[in-house]
């Protein structure tokens, strides 16, 4: 045999051993087992290189801090849930725990045991914890609901939660939804026990009130549907201008961001909104971000789903001092979504089995580009 023909006959016996190695090695690895999550696998190869940093480290290199509410139920049962909170997140809010019905079920009984554990696990953990929330329309209990008191005992009511909620946390809590969800969408103030009883002057009183109780804590109006300019952030714009013209100590505006695949605020439009706030000296912190899709779930909406948390952290972090990015769960077995809006779901950053999704490496990229810029 010449030696032209040997190398030949050698290439080709290489090429066949390389193809016949890789082929036996790839399924000897697997890397990607389906699980019966129903959202798909996460792609992991293309996001190996991602694999090991996680969120709070990069949010930390960025600036902010990165967080998930938290609920009590699965903090104590489920090890891999607090595993990942701890691993991942800088700051918690406690999904349900220190809201009215949870904290203040009777007039005079108050029960913080819940919201203590959350609390406890945030410290242990170095981690903040936003308070959410003092005032709403919703999860209130029977005796607030079917009360029938006199507006000078609403107000005593609203006062004494207010001071002792706050003052619990005082120094544990570094900041409060004090009021939540108070408009329509039309910019109208929506009906609730708190306007119907007290009068709009309910929201300046709980913002007086909480700060009474913890001078030093950040004080929020906190809504959905507010993100970008529309009628309802207008309307909120004009409710914090007066505050802040009456002396009124309010220090944020909390952007939910619950939104969908098929639906999203426009992440120009969201840096407006943010950039308007700030210049009247309001911190803005993202603080309920989660990304529902129409069930059954396809790939394209997931990478989309992926796509969307990307800008809106994307614009966050390009905004003037960002300071907290906060998701409303990041496991798709607990989120709300589910048993909130039937046909809705997979609206988080990990799977049911604690895959991260594309959406955990988007906000990954995020940061990297944010650093490397
Ligand atoms: C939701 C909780 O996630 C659910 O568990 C509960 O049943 C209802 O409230 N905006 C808010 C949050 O401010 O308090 C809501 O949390 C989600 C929408």
């Not at 549907?225 to 505006?253: Q, T």
């Not at 009247?280 to 603080?287: A, C, H, Q, R």
């Amino acid at each position: 045999m010449s030696i032209g023909k040997r190398s030949i006959v050698l290439i080709f016996l290489l090429l066949f051993v390389t193809i016949t190695f890789f082929g036996f090695h790839q399924t000897l690895q697997k890397p990607i087992e389906r699980k019966d999550s129903g959202i798909g696998e996460p792609s992991t190869p293309i996001y190996e290189h991602l694999k090991n940093y996680t969120l709070k480290d990069l949010a930390s290199r960025c600036g902010i801090m990165i967080g998930t509410c938290v609920s009590y139920s699965p903090l104590l049962n489920d090890n891999k849930y607090k595993e990942i909170i701890a691993r991942e997140f800088s700051v918690i809010t406690p999904e349900n725990e220190l809201k009215f019905e949870s904290v203040h079920p009777f007039r005079n009984v108050y029960t913080f045991s819940r919201a203590d554990t959350i609390v406890s696990f945030a410290e242990e953990h170095g981690m903040k914890v936003r308070g959410h929330c003092l005032v709403w329309h919703q999860q209130l209990p029977n005796w607030i609901l079917k009360g029938n008191y006199t507006r000078e005992e609403w107000i005593e009511i609203l006062r004494d939660h207010i001071y002792t909620v706050v003052g619990r946390y005082k120094g544990k809590i570094y900041a409060w939804d004090v009021v939540n969800e108070a408009f329509n969408d039309d910019g109208t103030l929506r009906d609730s026990v708190w306007l119907r009883n007290i009068g709009p002057e309910y929201i300046k009183l709980a913002f007086k009130w909480a700060h009474e109780a913890d001078p030093d804590a950040l004080l929020f109006y906190n809504d959905y549907g507010a993100e970008a300019i529309n009628s309802k952030s207008n309307a909120i714009y004009e409710l914090v201008k007066n505050l802040l013209e009456e002396g009124i100590p309010i220090h944020g505006i909390g952007l939910q961001m619950h939104v969908r695949v098929e639906w999203y605020p426009n992440p120009q439009s969201v840096a407006e909104n943010i950039k308007r706030f700030r210049k009247l000296g309001l911190k803005v912190e993202i603080t309920e971000m989660d990304v529902a899709i129409r069930l059954p779930v396809s790939e394209e909406e997931i990478t989309k789903q992926a796509e969307i948390y990307k800008s809106i952290l994307k614009t966050y972090l390009n905004s003037d001092s960002p300071q907290a990015f906060v998701m409303w769960g990041f496991v798709d077995k607990y989120s709300w979504i589910d048993y909130t809006f039937p046909g809705y779901g997979a609206a988080t950053i990990f799977d049911n089995e604690y895959n991260p999704k594309p959406a955990y490496y988007a906000l990954i990229e995020a940061m990297l580009d944010k650093i490397g810029s």
